[in-house]
Nanobody, 124 residues
């Protein structure tokens, strides 16, 4: 059974940085694209960033482009999200998702595996 475990969330001031990690275990060979989504209270889960199977192609939501960077370390079965210049509107629970299909899509329903999430709070 594939498991994804996120870490790295916390409380940071506006303009600060955080790096989130998502470690996959248990049948990781089934995971192709991986992505980060976030969900704020009362809102739907929204796409943040995605990375292709081999890490050569990345995708970003317009709201985070230029501030966030997604990367993956295949040897460690881990995907990262480096978040810089954080804003209060980035406050949310951040979830890591993994897909069983090699095609990258930017909708939450495409992803088969999810972690429990990690809270990111940006104070103004």
């Amino acid at each position: 059974q594939v498991q994804l475990v996120e870490s790295g969330g916390g409380l940071v001031q506006t303009g600060g940085s955080l790096r989130l990690s998502c470690e996959a275990s248990g049948g990781t060979f089934n995971i192709y694209p991986m992505a980060w989504f976030r969900q704020a209270p009362g809102k739907e889960r929204e796409f943040v960033a995605a990375v292709s199977w081999r890490g050569g192609t990345t995708y970003y939501a317009d709201s985070v482009k230029g501030r966030f960077t997604i990367s993956r370390d295949a040897a460690k079965n881990t995907v990262y999200l480096q978040m810089n210049s954080l804003k209060p509107e980035d406050t949310a629970v951040y979830f890591c998702g993994g897909a069983r299909n090699t095609i990258v899509k930017l909708t939450a329903g495409w992803y088969d595996y999810w972690g429990e999430g990690t809270q990111v709070t940006v104070s103004s």
